[in-house]
């Protein structure tokens, strides 16, 4: 069975840091894309950021390039995003999400059948 578990997440006053960390278990984790996506109650699921199979295949989304950093540790079947100079306009539900197709752009349009799997989600709340 495939799970992918968000943790990390939590409430951060305006330029604060957050670490996400999603533990991958039932896949093959390096042969994987993986990403990060961010969710608002009445708004559609958009991207954070994603990493293909090689370290040389990552995206952002515009709002969070030099904020935000995607990494993964394939020992650990872990995948990270540290956020930094967080705010308001960051806050959301954070998913991680798997796929094997490994299309970037058709990962990047946040949809969720873009992705394999699924993981149940971690919030993250940025005061002002």
């Given at each position: 069975?495939?799970?992918?578990?968000?943790s990390?997440?939590?409430?951060?006053?305006?330029?604060?840091?957050?670490?996400?960390?999603?533990?991958?278990?039932?896949?093959?984790?390096?042969?994987?894309?993986?990403?990060?996506?961010?969710q608002v109650?009445?708004?559609?699921r958009?991207?954070?950021?994603?990493?293909?199979?090689?370290?040389?295949?990552?995206?952002?989304?515009?709002?969070?390039?030099?904020?935000?950093?995607?990494?993964?540790?394939?020992?650990?079947?872990?995948?990270?995003?540290?956020?930094?100079?967080?705010?308001?306009?960051?806050?959301?539900?954070?998913?991680?999400?798997?796929?094997?197709?490994?299309?970037?752009?058709?990962?990047?349009?946040?949809?969720?059948?873009?992705?394999?799997?699924?993981?149940?989600?971690?919030?993250?709340?940025v005061?002002?």
């Amino acid at each position: 069975q495939v799970q992918l578990a968000e943790s990390g997440g939590g409430s951060v006053h305006a330029g604060g840091s957050l670490k996400l960390s999603c533990v991958v278990s039932g896949l093959a984790f390096a042969e994987y894309c993986l990403g990060w996506f961010r969710q608002v109650p009445g708004m559609e699921r958009e991207l954070g950021a994603i990493a293909g199979i090689d370290s040389d295949s990552i995206t952002y989304a515009d709002s969070v390039k030099g904020r935000f950093t995607i990494s993964k540790d394939n020992s650990r079947n872990t995948l990270f995003l540290e956020m930094n100079d967080l705010t308001p306009a960051d806050s959301g539900m954070y998913y991680c999400a798997a796929d094997r197709r490994c299309s970037m752009q058709q990962m990047a349009s946040g949809d969720y059948y873009a992705m394999d799997y699924w993981g149940k989600g971690t919030g993250v709340i940025v005061a002002s």
